[in-house]
């Protein structure tokens, strides 16, 4: 339980203007990202399937990873990121209807969106230093679903 406090305390009205906006992005587009992996997942048992589990089940903490700071600083999660879940459902959804090729096209593109803006967020704004330890933790990660994904496109 001594993971958890509270934040904020002695940072100004403008740097947690920043802080609070940068944390709805991460959010929501994790939010995003998850429903993309969810609706690509089918019902064939192979490896492309076991590794959009594990990167569903990746976006999933890194969700929960933003949802735990955004209410350690005192917020809510952003009332608008049921967008984001439609979003996700779209390119999930028609992306694996394209084919496998497409799925992972897609995967890339958006992985790479992600790590391009954690990027600009971890320069951007002066974080704690838990919260910017999590940060770049969760950016490692996508920068590792790039990767993954590009491997599997080489072999499609």
């Not at 790479?112 to 990027?119: D, E, I, M, R, W």
């Not at 910017?132 to 590009?150: C, P, Q, R």
Request: glycine letters at 6%; a positive charge; hydrophobic letters at 40%.
């Amino acid at each position: 339980m001594n993971d958890f406090k509270y934040r904020g305390e002695g940072v100004s009205s403008e740097q947690l203007k920043k802080i609070k906006k940068g944390l709805h992005t991460l959010h929501t587009l994790e939010l995003m990202a998850q429903n993309i992996y969810k609706f690509q997942i089918t019902k064939e048992r192979s490896e492309l399937n076991r590794q959009l589990i594990a990167a569903m089940c990746n976006e999933m903490t890194h969700y929960q990873d933003f949802q735990v700071k955004l209410y350690e600083y005192g917020w809510k999660p952003s009332p608008f990121r049921w967008m984001y879940w439609i979003v996700g459902f779209c390119f999930g959804f028609f992306s694996r209807i394209m084919g496998r090729k497409m799925m992972l096209k897609t995967a890339i593109w958006v992985e790479s969106l992600a790590v391009k803006h954690y990027g600009q967020l971890i320069s951007e704004i002066d974080w704690d230093g838990d919260t910017k330890a999590m940060i770049e933790k969760d950016w490692e990660d996508e920068k590792g679903h790039v990767a993954t994904w590009k491997r599997f496109l080489t072999m499609t």
